[in-house]
Structure formats: C-alpha cells, structure tokens
Nanobody
Framework: QVQLVESGGGLVQAGGSLRLSCAAS????????MGWFRQAPGKEREFVAG????????NYADSVKGRFTMSRDNAKNTVYLQMNSLRPADTAVYYC???????????WGQGTQVSVSS
C-alpha cells in the first residue's frame, strides 16, 4: 500500500502561482511513477503531469507545458507541482497518484482544490 496526502491548493488570481505537494508513504518508491491529475466540475479527470521516481524524468499535458513543473524530493518522499501563470481553466480538484512504471496508477490521494479567478 502507498498512502498519498496532497496539500497546497487554494484560491489565486489569474496569472498567479501555487505549489502542490504530495507526500507518499508505505513503500519504497524506486519502481514507481507519480502523477498529477485534475478534474473540473462536469468534466472527466485528465492527466496533468508525471514523473518517474527512479530518474526524475517528467512528462506533461500540452495544456500545461511551459507553465507547470513537476519535481520530487527523495529525502522527503514528496512530489511537487509548481503551477505558474495560472488560468481560470486550471480550476479543478487536483489529485496525486502513484503506480508501478508501466502499469496503471493504483494509488490516489484525496484531492486538493485549486481555484483560479479571472
């Protein structure tokens, strides 16, 4: 089992920044990938960003490339999502997820609300 706890959401004006954190516990994560997903009201959950714990390689949805940066802190077993130049369209509940690389994401956090006002 992997437990994931997100934090850092909130309300921000368009153009502002927020940093989300996701603290992981329960297993050694070297074989895992971590991801951030989001779900806006009335929409399906969508992938935002992902990182491989082993080498730190990242990938991003086109909608956030150049604005969001995902990173990890091995010592703290924590991943981050730095979100800059936020837009109202980024408003959603953001979820952290974990899964063995090459498999579906298996573990999910409880979600944190991000609201961007125009």
């Amino acid at each position: 089992q992997v437990q994931l706890v997100e934090s850092g959401g909130g309300l921000v004006q368009a153009g502002g920044s927020l940093r989300l954190s996701c603290a992981a516990s329960g297993r050694t994560l070297s074989r895992y990938g971590m991801g951030w997903f989001r779900q806006a009201p009335g929409k399906e959950r969508e992938f935002v960003a992902g990182i491989r714990w082993s080498d730190g390689s990242t990938n991003y949805a086109d909608s956030v490339k150049g604005r969001f940066t995902m990173s990890r802190d091995n010592a703290k077993n924590t991943v981050y999502l730095q979100m800059n130049s936020l837009r109202p369209a980024d408003t959603a509940v953001y979820y952290c997820a974990a899964g063995v690389v090459g498999r579906n994401y298996e573990y999910w956090g409880q979600g944190t609300q991000v609201s961007v006002s125009s």
